[in-house]
């Protein structure tokens, strides 16, 4: 299994950018995909984006394309999510998350190691 610690959350205005970062520590060695989840008031935790093990299959919501940039360092044991082009729709909570089941594609419904969140704020 994975621990996940979130950092990197702020209030920002619309058109800014942010940086998320998210470091895995394992307690058993085993790869895994990675992956980042959003849960604003009110709404269901709805999938942002996700990267395989290797980094070569990121996979994107529609609502963040182009703006999103998901990223790992296999080498810190972290996974980052540039946020660019931010807008007031985004604020939330940002949850990172770990799959070992499907690890070599990004699957978002089978993710299941959850970080604690670090909060996203888009004003305008």
């Known amino acids: 299994q994975v621990q996940l610690e979130e950092s990197g959350g702020g209030l920002v205005q619309a058109g800014a950018s942010l940086r998320l970062s998210c470091a895995a520590s394992?307690?058993?060695?085993?790869?895994?995909?990675l992956g980042w989840f959003r849960q604003a008031p009110g709404k269901e935790r709805e999938f942002v984006a996700g990267?395989?093990?290797?980094?070569?299959?990121?996979l994107y919501a529609d609502s963040v394309k182009g703006r999103f940039a998901i990223s790992r360092d296999n080498a810190k044991n972290t996974v980052y999510l540039q946020m660019d082009s931010l807008k007031p729709e985004d604020t939330a909570v940002y949850y990172c998350?770990?799959?070992?089941?499907?690890?070599?594609?990004?699957?978002?419904?089978?993710?299941?190691?959850w970080g604690q969140g670090t909060q996203v704020t888009v004003s305008s």
């Open positions: 998350a770990a799959d070992e089941w499907n690890n070599v594609v990004v699957v978002p419904t089978t993710f299941a190691f």
């Open positions: 394992q307690r058993t060695r085993s790869a895994y995909a």
């Open positions: 990267i395989n093990w290797s980094g070569t299959s990121p």
